[in-house]
């Protein structure tokens, strides 16, 4: 057998072979769907009342309660996260799983596959509420509370919030301005990881319950701060007072009605039931406008187009959705079967998405213009803009600049340097939405297209200068009404109804509204896929949603800078503390010994997760500590105790006869330990002394359960809001590798200094007197 320089280790590099072979089978077993065996298909909710079917729910919900009441024959498995569950229903490992039916149904618009909801829902409706701590400092927190939430309920705004963010699926928070002088510092603990209530944006949280938590501050005047939790620890943090509130889809139960006290309902939500397969809609989309009547058919909310789909097909669904990107998921994941847009945008995104095709008929014809104000200035504007629109038509260029915007190269699309034209007549604000290619798009960090183009050319031939502010569709109008705009480009059809608010333009552009549908059920297989519908485009696909897709980097970047403060910082202070302990019970001080020995037992018989818990709720549970100092605290007792360990088996395998012989030579207790038994210890320790690194660093990835957001919490969060079950865990994966590996060549690299081989003679006889004894 080869041995690695160490008697008694195998060899290193076949063993790692080994376990780099069994990792690729456990991926490619994780990877590949569909390798467990399938009931047949499920149609109802009577079919899973059997000892057979297997149904899954979330850890801890109110669904769990109404599954073993409604299935008591059926096998209950619970689950920690979604992702993971959706994924086990598509590849057959559940028959069914059950939770809140809205939230189910935005992840399969979104991006889960092989899934499709049930008809009929579960159970009686689960009842929404804000939890509130028992020992919240604001004075009358639940009377306060609830008066804010019946004045909400009663103006309309309550029923807005559900309609934007869980009905239509809004992603715009609005502006809610802080106040000036608070009174009071209001804490709200949240998950992040539940779409449309709470989850990640980005690297800001938003949702139904950030604009609810936003605006009861702004209401109590209050600071707002919010706190991250996994959703086993949530609880026990507001009921111990290190939030104030819990706003995070939480749903009232008896058990947490124990703990906490609860707010009026805010609304109440049904349990969805989600099955293996697509649902019926998928297997066709209409091939003539005839076909559509009766379909779903998505618009942008706040434009004309759901009036022109009503009047061409009177009996379709509308479904409003605010972007583009949107439209384009909720088309390829089944959720509507046709999209309603302009020619020149429809056009435009059937170039990049393969599996999507115009249907020949339009809906109707109509024309685009600029909006200006109904007023004095509005008027002369539009005199000015009508007559250099007019003149572009006539010469020309208003074709060649569509036709460039519309097909011509990524090159060729480039704009005036409007941001340094001489306003000679002052500066016009233009208001657009930055997602409607190619009229108006964001390019990087800056706006382009054709209307950008054309209010750019105007005025520079004018002499005004050009500011472009981008808002949602539906504040565009308004934006110029009030006089935040002065005009307004963003695809605006000319309508009777508009033109009695705002005035028009002579059109700028005319063509038909058309409708944008799947090409064929193996396109759109092949469109969900992502990517180009290879394994490789699935990966490649994967990687952008992860990474890419909102900067979702920016999340696993500030992810290890926390993981590796905590590490870092609990391997200096727990070697010191470890090393401390060491020096005190050296000498076999029996009191020192036995309090050292008790607080290792406690220590390392302890879960680690239980041990931050104790600290961070019950030792620190009064303090302003933050969690990250909580687990800097308990992975340095627990390091430390290792450390301690350690170094005693160091000790220990020193042969006695090393301090006869320090002692022969009159070297004092400390010298002999510090230059004789210490330096000959380090090369039996610092192998093990690695090992326990690199279990820290894994250890880390529960302090999601104190309010840190380490690592393993980004990689949750990125999967609430891409569904994708494995690959951001894989992603997690490979930067804990590759920290370990950095961690462990440092170590390494300390630990060949202490290896006598290496050493010159120099060093070892550093500090004594050859010719002489020591003193």
């Known amino acids: 057998m080869k041995h690695d320089g160490i008697s008694g280790f195998p060899d290193r590099e076949g063993n790692m072979k080994k376990i780099l072979a069994a990792l690729c089978v456990l991926l490619l077993m994780t990877i590949l769907p569909g390798l467990a065996a399938c009931a047949g298909e499920i149609t109802s909710v009577q079919q899973l009342n059997s000892p057979e079917m297997r149904v899954g729910v979330d850890l801890g919900s109110a669904a769990e309660m109404t599954v073993r009441e409604v299935f008591p024959k059926a096998r209950i498995e619970v689950f920690n ?257 046709a999209m309603a847009l302009d020619q020149p945008a429809a056009e435009q995104i059937c170039a990049e998405h393969g599996g999507t095709v115009i249907l020949e008929e339009s809906l109707e014809s109509f024309e685009f213009g600029f909006v200006l104000p109904k007023n004095d200035a509005g008027a002369a504007l539009k005199q000015e803009l009508d007559a250099w629109l007019t003149s572009m038509k006539n010469t020309g260029g208003l074709e060649r600049l569509m036709k460039k915007w519309t097909a011509g190269t990524e090159q060729e699309k480039t704009l005036p340097p409007y941001a340094s034209f001489p306003a000679v007549k002052g500066t016009l604000t233009l208001a657009t939405e930055g997602d409607y290619v190619p009229l108006n798009y964001y390019r990087g960090n800056e706006v382009v297209g054709a209307e950008i183009d054309m209010a750019a050319q105007f005025c520079e031939a004018a002499g005004y200068g050009l500011r472009v502010e981008t808002m949602i569709f539906d504040g565009i109008l308004p934006a110029v009404q009030a006089g935040k705009a002065d005009l307004a480009a963003a695809g605006v059809s000319i309508t009777p109804e508009r033109s009695e608010s705002v005035l ?40 952008h949603k992860t990474f890419i897709r909102e900067g979702r980097w920016k999340l696993f970047a500030e992810g290890v800078v926390t993981t590796l403060v905590i ?24 009191a020192a010994n036995g309090v050292t020995r008790l607080c290792v037992w406690l220590v390392q018989g302890m879960p680690m997760v239980v041990l931050l818990m104790v600290l961070y709720y019950i030792v620190f549970g009064s303090v302003a500590v933050s969690g990250a100092a909580v687990a800097v605290t308990g992975f340095t007792l627990t390091f430390g105790a290792s450390v301690y360990g350690l170094l005693r088996m160091g000790i220990g395998a020193v042969d006695a006869g090393q301090y006869e012989a320090a002692y022969a030579l009159g070297y004092p207790k400390r010298r002999t330990f510090f230059r004789i038994i210490l330096p000959q210890a380090l090369p039996h320790v610092l192998p093990a002394y ?86």
């Open 81 to 337: 996260d979604k992702p993971s569950a959706y994924l086990a229903v598509a590849q057959g490992k559940l028959d069914a799983f059950v939770y809140d039916y809205n939230q189910m149904r935005i992840a399969i618009g979104n991006e889960v596959r092989g899934v499709h909801l049930l008809d009929e829902t579960l159970g009686e409706p689960v009842r929404i509420a804000v939890g509130i701590s028992p020992v919240t400092k604001i004075p009358d927190f639940e009377n306060r509370l609830n008066q804010f939430i019946a004045r909400i309920r009663s103006d309309g705004t309550l029923d807005d919030m559900f309609r934007r963010w869980v009905i239509e699926g809004s992603e715009s928070m609005p502006e809610i301005p802080a106040p000036e002088n608070p009174e009071f510092l209001l804490t709200v603990g949240t998950s992040g990881i539940v779409q449309p209530y709470t989850y990640y944006i980005g690297t800001e949280l938003s949702g139904y319950d950030i604009e609810l938590a936003r605006r009861f501050a702004a209401w109590l005047g209050a600071e707002l701060r919010f706190k991250v939790y996994d959703y086993g620890a949530i609880i026990p943090a507001c009921a111990t007072g290190d939030v104030d509130c819990v706003m995070a889809n939480l749903n009232i139960t008896p058990e947490r009605a124990e703990a906490l006290a609860f707010s009026d309902v805010l609304y109440e939500e049904r349990l969805g039931v989600m099955v293996r397969g697509g649902p019926a809609e998928e297997k066709g989309a209409g091939t003539s406008l005839a076909d559509m009547d009766g379909k779903r058919i998505a618009v942008a909310t706040g434009t004309v187009f759901d009036a022109i789909v009503l009047k061409a097909l009177p009996h379709a669904q509308i479904v409003y959705i605010n972007t583009s990107a949107d439209m384009i998921a909720a088309l390829e994941s089944g959720r509507i079967d």
């Open 504 to 543: 028009f333009s002579v059109p700028y552009y005319s063509g038909g509204t058309v409708l944008v549908v799947l090409k064929t059920e193996k396109n759109a297989a092949a469109a969900s896929d992502g990517g180009d519908g290879t394994f490789l485009g699935g990966i490649a696909s994967s990687f």
């Open 567 to 590: 590490t870092l910082l609990s391997i200096l202070l727990g070697t010191l503390l470890g090393f401390g302990v060491c020096l005190m019970c050296r000498n076999g001080n029996a």
């Open 690 to 775: 690695r090992g326990e690194i690199v279990g820290l660093i894994k250890a880390t990835a529960i302090v999601g359960y104190i309010a840190v957001q380490d690592l393993s919490k980004m990689g949750d969060i990125v999967r609430s809001r891409t569904y994708e079950a494995f690959f951001p865990l894989i992603a997690v994966t490979v930067i804990y590798f590759l920290l370990e590996g950095l961690l462990g060549f440092l170590v390494s690299r300390i630990s060949a200094s202490f290896n006598p081989k290496r050493r010159r003679p120099g060093s070892i006889l550093k500090g004594l007197k050859t010719e002489d004894r020591p003193d």
